[in-house]
């Protein structure tokens, strides 16, 4: 023992030493960091040995992990990774403090950190340069940094305990600045942890820009603003995130009358010109009567509507037209089929891996549930909680695709919360705030759940089992099951698990739930999610509107998850109706709607489009004659064009899994493939009918124009393609010229920008 109270003594004697050398060599350090608050300012100009440990010293879990993070030790290019740095291994950003400490303390024979002569340690040593290191110099000695581990190896390298005060929340002060281009502010950060202690953590926090054209920032918190817009800056710390914003108005002109005269007719248009005033983008004008028909149908029903629809909405003067037009599409029966695909993509309804009769019983529930307008957080729990036959209640098939408590898990965060935490498996996620130690308390709500095989193929019994748990891989045991930010249940209590899990995820109260589906809808009918990709809602990623998204959801959430009445909300905006034309000011605009963002149509849509206008149904092998793209229950078809157009294969739950990016194949296609030439040539065709009946040169470009673009044509392009018709008409000899003739106008108007895309 004496021995033992020798060394201390004497660690600390060289500790102290070493620190009083060290402020020989310090000269100041950064300038003191200004903010209005001054509850949060660092005063970084004092000399290092006048910063000082806070009481009870200094921390390996809130103090040395820090620093080992911010100097980039711990993260996956250095000996964060997964087999380490030169026999050197830490868990990825301090993750699992306990691991770590055993690493720098007792391992490589104790060299690591040695609390007899703390100088020689090599987290000292090699950091500084001061010996031969790979990773280069990560930091002085006259550095804070420094400071903290000489001193923390010199108090005896106190080991992380139970005890420790654990991090509860982050402040971020200013939470939103006005910047000018050029201009910089410094962000200033708390820790606020569960002893009621607040620290200033500014200098180990970790931080990064949304979007680095318009924003950079330091590793110091300072901000500098480098264009117009608006960027999120997000912070940190110990598994902790919070978000502060910047922005620099646009340099335009616009008189504030722009804005109070733009129409507005619910809550989300307040909320959306509040923010294009704010950063002075202008609104597009409304769209025509012929633009929205066209844009409502396609959005809501994934059909065009026939021309005679769009004729009768042209003539109809009444006011509130466009709202009775957007009450009877979210009745139509094609509604249902576009519903019932979209959500089929999401919970990955295919035969793949459930077989034909199984596959078609999911895709029922699916069906029934969308016709019937059940509410989206009854929908999830019949879902979470499917216990019984798979023949007979399809939602159980869910746990026939995910067998696996972590598929369970993961399939389910990426379906009905909108975010992936699938990389807190192994450690705590990178990017968010998500440990690993709660993925496995997540998982474990998925131990209890059993499946058993029937008679007859895709026969499943699921049941929720008395016993099973899923063990945390490092502890080697199972931890009490807590859905993520949820409250903990006891292991050994006789509640059922899933409906435990159901009753949190549907709660009102959830801050995640509402979130996602309102952001998957509202990018079906905007272009672009308000977080964006609707799969990637973590902290660190915040809405480009967060009133906006407030708005909705807690709109949602009254009127009982109804998805109709969000998406007749959305609809009825006038943010919805504008013109996808832009203007001067907003030409630059992706993200805040002040335009409609023009959208490739997707690969069922398109597909039924085309066989809609030229009235020759597409046939898929194993289906009945008539069958739409968009009423496919299989995620498995045979079919060049729904693949080659992006059409998902459904085996994993991500919205990037259908593909609206254009290629090669794709334009090759629809110049010289298959699918429209033969439909093009069919018998009983559109071209066909034109040329049996033998239809005017002006009725067929009026009746073309309205059955695929919705509007009539103007009147030069009326002239333009009568001449081009009565020309080669005129000087061709035989009636298959003339049919010819036809048929190129149709496919130059199909293979058009403007029937391709939703605008």
């Known amino acids: 023992m004496r021995d033992h109270r020798y060394r201390l003594k004497l660690g600390l004697l060289c500790a102290i030493a070493a620190a009083f050398a060290v402020s020989r060599v310090s000269a100041r350090m950064d300038a003191r960091v200004e903010t209005s608050d001054p509850g949060l300012t660092l005063d970084t100009s004092r000399p290092v040995e006048e910063i000082s440990a806070p009481p009870g010293g200094w921390s390996f879990r809130n103090h040395v992990i820090p620093v080992l993070t911010k100097l980039g030790c711990n993260s996956g290019a250095c000996h964060g990774a997964a087999a380490g740095k030169n ?12 691991v770590d400490y055993t690493s720098i303390t007792r391992q490589s024979l104790g060299r690591r950190a040695n609390a007899v002569e703390p100088a020689r340690s090599l987290i000292l040593l090699k950091p500084t340069m001061s010996i031969a290191h790979g990773g280069g110099k990560r930091m002085s000695v006259n550095s804070v940094e420094f400071k903290v581990l000489s001193e923390w190896i010199g108090a005896g390298m106190p080991a992380p305990g139970e005890r420790d005060p654990r991090i509860v929340d982050l402040e971020v002060a200013p939470i939103e600045t006005k910047l000018a281009p050029g201009a910089d502010q410094s962000l200033h950060v708390r820790a606020r942890y569960s002893d009621g202690r607040i620290e200033d953590v500014t200098r180990w926090v970790k931080y990064d820009t949304a979007d680095s054209s318009i924003a950079a920032v330091d590793d110091q918190g300072r901000v500098k ?3 117009s817009g608006e960027s999120a800056i997000s912070i940190w710390y110990q598994s902790r995130v919070a978000v502060a914003r910047v922005f620099s108005p646009y340099a335009n002109s616009i008189s504030t009358e722009t804005f109070a005269r733009s129409p507005r007719n619910n809550f989300v248009d307040d909320l959306v010109i509040r923010k294009l005033e704010k950063l002075r983008i202008g609104p597009s004008e409304e769209a025509t009567d012929a633009e929205f028909i066209r844009r409502a149908f396609l959005d809501a029903t994934g059909t065009l509507p026939m021309p005679q629809e769009v004729e009768r909405f042209a003539a109809d003067q009444t006011t509130g037209k466009r709202g009775r037009l957007i009450d009877s599409l979210l009745d139509r029966a094609e509604y249902v089929d576009y519903w019932t695909m979209r959500w089929s993509d999401l919970l990955l309804v295919s035969r793949r891996r459930l077989g034909s009769s199984a596959m078609w019983s999911f895709y029922k529930f699916v069906r029934q549930s969308v016709a019937a307008n059940e509410p989206w957080d009854r929908f999830a ?3 979470v909680t499917a216990s019984g036959n798979t023949l007979e209640n399809g939602a ?3 746990f026939v695709l995910h067998k696996e408590p972590t598929e369970l898990t993961e399939n389910l965060s990426l379906a009905f919360l909108g975010m992936s935490i699938t990389c807190a498996r192994c450690h705590n996620h990178p990017m968010e705030k998500w440990t690993q130690r709660q993925y496995f308390e997540m998982a474990n709500l998925f131990g209890r759940v059993g499946l058993k095989n029937g008679m007859r193929a895709g026969d499943v019994e699921v049941y929720s089992k008395p016993t099973g748990d899923v063990n945390h891989p490092r502890l080697g045991r199972p931890l009490p099951p807590r859905p993520l930010d949820g409250k903990e249940l006891a292991i050994d209590s006789p509640i059922d698990r899933r409906q435990y899990l159901a009753d949190w995820l549907t709660s009102p109260d959830n801050p995640y739930f509402a979130r996602a589906v309102v952001n998957r809808v509202w990018k079906n009918f905007m272009g672009r999610g308000l977080v964006e990709a609707v799969d990637d809602m973590r902290a ?5 509107n967060s009133d906006l998204m407030d708005a909705l959801v807690s709109d949602f959430v009254a009127h009982k998850f109804d998805l109709k009445h969000l998406m007749r909300t959305i609809m009825n905006s006038s943010a919805y109706q504008r013109s996808s034309r832009p203007n001067e000011t907003n030409r630059g605009d992706d993200r805040y709607y002040s335009r409609y963002l023009i959208k490739r149509l997707p690969a069922e849509v398109m597909l039924d489009a085309i066989s809609q206008v030229t009235g020759v149904p597409t046939e898929f092998p194993d289906y009945p004659a008539g069958i739409r793209a968009v009423q496919l229950p299989d995620g498995i078809i045979s079919s ?18 259908r593909s609206s990016e254009p290629s090669v194949p794709q334009a090759l296609h629809i110049i ?4 429209l030439n033969q439909k093009l040539r069919a018998p009983g065709s559109i071209v066909d009918s034109f040329f049996k009946l033998g239809v005017s040169d002006e009725m067929i470009v009026e009746h073309l124009y309205l059955a695929a673009l919705s509007r009539r044509p103007s009147q030069s392009e009326v002239e333009q393609l009568r001449k081009e018709l009565k020309t080669d008409s005129s000087s061709l000899d035989s009636a298959s010229e003339r049919r010819q003739t036809i048929e190129d106008l149709v496919w130059a108007v199909l293979t058009s920008r403007e029937f391709l895309f939703n605008h």
């Open 87 to 98: 026999g050197f291994k830490l868990t990825l950003r301090g993750y699992d403090p306990e």
């Open 225 to 227: 603003m480098l264009g």
């Open 381 to 383: 729990r019949q879902i």
């Open 396 to 398: 159980a098939n869910f």
């Open 540 to 544: 660190t990623n915040p809405p480009s």
């Open 640 to 657: 060049y064009f729904l693949r080659v157009f992006g059409k998902p294969p459904r085996t994993l739950t991500l919205d990037s899994e």
């Open 672 to 675: 010289n493939g298959d699918t």
